[in-house]
């Protein structure tokens, strides 16, 4: 099926084409450098464009700032989360209420160039539903995060039954198709890049260099990161939950093949009981290994705990725009505040 770009613009004159959702956590110092690329690249852009900010609970006025701008920007949405809910929570909140027709997701830092959008458009009218960012390289980060993340993407492409493609982040183009495919997870555990490889549908891959950042600092530090890849795979696997059947398997004939020697020992050779620190050796050793699996499988039941507890994945503080856009949707049952801004 080929989509018709130009059938809801048609329908729906307020509608807009592309939307951007830029996921926002204390970028104050970026935020004008961003708002002034995005525009520069709105310009050149064949199709109306709508910047989606998600401020995700910042403490450093970049709310009030994207405020200020929505009079002189009419283009320029901002929903403010409750809290911070992190990353994965505002990029949700953006795909629930973005309206284009194709939906682009780009950091705040600058470190995905706002100048390779034409570019995605492009694949996207020739019909991928999906345009995927993939990194050639990435300046301004260290060895070791670059390293970690490679082994990460490798492990997680091993376990995962959907193929995460390797060294792309969020940085990517969905077509309204896709999208509404993603609505359909309703789950509480959001590893997007997960979620989004799930849904699969024809997919261009572009690559790209990724640039440092523009300004400011990132927000995730390795325990974060650590946090959020373990988030990752036991989200996608529960081969983990195997590897420890596996492990408990291989200690479990050990320790048998060692009895029996033992056994063996006393009986033929008549040689008397000792071995303290051997014995005290199996018990710590196969204490760990209970103890690691019972960890993997805690790891899993936490998850089906919060599951169950159905919270949404983020709340809304208030959502700002210009008067000029007058149909929006939002799939958010709770019901937020809506500022216009006065031109
Ligand atoms: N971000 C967010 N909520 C958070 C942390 C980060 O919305 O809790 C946003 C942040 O403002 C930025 C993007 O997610 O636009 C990527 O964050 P960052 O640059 O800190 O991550 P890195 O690029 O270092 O992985
Ligand atoms: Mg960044």
Same mark, same amino acid.
């Given at each position: 099926?080929?989509?018709?770009?130009?059938?809801?613009?048609?329908? $729906?004159?307020?509608?807009?084409v592309?939307s951007?959702i830029?996921?926002v956590?204390?970028e104050?110092?970026?935020?004008?450098?961003?708002? @002034?690329r995005?525009?520069?690249v709105?310009?050149q852009?064949?199709?109306t464009?709508? !910047?989606l900010?998600?401020?995700?609970?910042?403490? $450093?006025?970049?709310?009030d700032y !994207?405020?200020?701008?929505?009079?002189?920007?009419?283009?320029?949405?901002?929903?403010?989360?409750?809290?911070?809910?992190?990353?994965?929570?505002?990029?949700?909140?953006?795909?629930?209420?973005?309206?284009?027709e194709?939906v682009?997701?780009?950091d705040?830092?600058? @470190?995905?160039?706002?100048?390779?959008?034409?570019?995605?458009i492009?694949?996207?009218?020739?019909?991928? $539903?999906?345009?995927?960012?993939?990194r050639?390289?990435?300046?301004g980060?260290?060895? /070791?995060?670059?390293?970690?993340?490679?082994l990460?993407?490798?492990?997680? @492409?091993?376990?995962?039954?959907? @193929?995460?493609?390797?060294?792309?982040?969020?940085?990517?183009l969905m077509?309204?198709?896709?999208v509404?495919?993603?609505?359909q997870l309703?789950?509480?555990n959001?590893?997007?890049?997960?979620l989004f490889?799930?849904?699969?549908?024809?997919?261009?891959?572009?690559?790209? $260099?990724r640039?440092?950042?523009?300004?400011g600092?990132?927000?995730?530090?390795?325990l974060?990161?650590?946090r959020?890849?373990?988030e990752?795979?036991?989200? /996608?696997s529960?081969?983990? !939950?195997?590897?420890?059947?596996?492990l408990g398997?291989?200690?479990?004939l050990?320790?048998?093949?060692?009895?029996?020697?033992i056994? /063996?020992?006393? /009986?033929?050779?008549?040689?008397?009981?000792?071995?303290?620190?051997?014995?005290i050796s199996?018990?710590?050793?196969?204490?760990?290994?209970q103890?690691?699996?019972?960890?993997?499988?805690?790891?899993?039941?936490g998850?089906?705990?919060?599951?169950?507890?159905?919270?949404?994945?983020?709340l809304?503080?208030?959502?700002?725009?210009a008067?000029?856009?007058t149909?929006?949707?939002?799939?958010?049952?709770?019901?937020?505040?809506?500022?216009?801004?006065?031109?």
């Amino acid at each position: 099926m080929t989509i018709n770009h130009n059938q809801s613009t048609k329908n $729906d004159l307020n509608r807009p084409v592309l939307s951007i959702i830029i996921p926002v956590y204390n970028e104050r110092e970026v935020l004008p450098l961003c708002l @002034q690329r995005l525009n520069d690249v709105a310009k050149q852009l064949n199709a109306t464009t709508e !910047l989606l900010f998600v401020d995700d609970g910042s403490c $450093d006025g970049s709310a009030d700032y !994207l405020a200020g701008q929505v009079t002189m920007d009419t283009s320029i949405r901002i929903i403010r989360l409750s809290r911070n809910f992190g990353k994965e929570a505002a990029l949700t909140a953006g795909i629930d209420y973005a309206i284009g027709e194709a939906v682009v997701i780009l950091d705040a830092d600058l @470190q995905d160039p706002p100048e390779l959008i034409p570019k995605m458009i492009e694949q996207w009218r020739k019909g991928a $539903d999906v345009v995927l960012m993939q990194r050639r390289s990435r300046a301004g980060e260290s060895w /070791f995060k670059r390293t970690t993340s490679h082994l990460f993407y490798r492990l997680l @492409q091993h376990l995962s039954r959907s @193929q995460i493609p390797m060294d792309t982040g969020d940085f990517r183009l969905m077509s309204r198709r896709a999208v509404e495919a993603l609505k359909q997870l309703p789950e509480r555990n959001r590893f997007m890049k997960g979620l989004f490889a799930w849904v699969g549908m024809p997919t261009v891959i572009l690559k790209y $260099d990724r640039d440092p950042r523009a300004a400011g600092t990132s927000k995730w530090d390795y325990l974060g990161l650590l946090r959020l890849a373990l988030e990752g795979i036991t989200s /996608f696997s529960i081969r983990p !939950l195997r590897w420890a059947m596996g492990l408990g398997i291989i200690a479990a004939l050990i320790g048998g093949a060692f009895g029996l020697w033992i056994a /063996f020992k006393a /009986f033929m050779l008549g040689d008397p009981v000792h071995g303290y620190p051997s014995l005290i050796s199996v018990i710590t050793f196969l204490g760990g290994i209970q103890l690691i699996a019972l960890g993997i499988v805690g790891e899993y039941v936490g998850k089906t705990y919060i599951e169950t507890k159905q919270r949404p994945n983020y709340l809304i503080r208030d959502v700002t725009h210009a008067p000029e856009i007058t149909n929006i949707h939002p799939t958010n049952k709770v019901k937020e505040d809506i500022h216009v801004q006065a031109s």
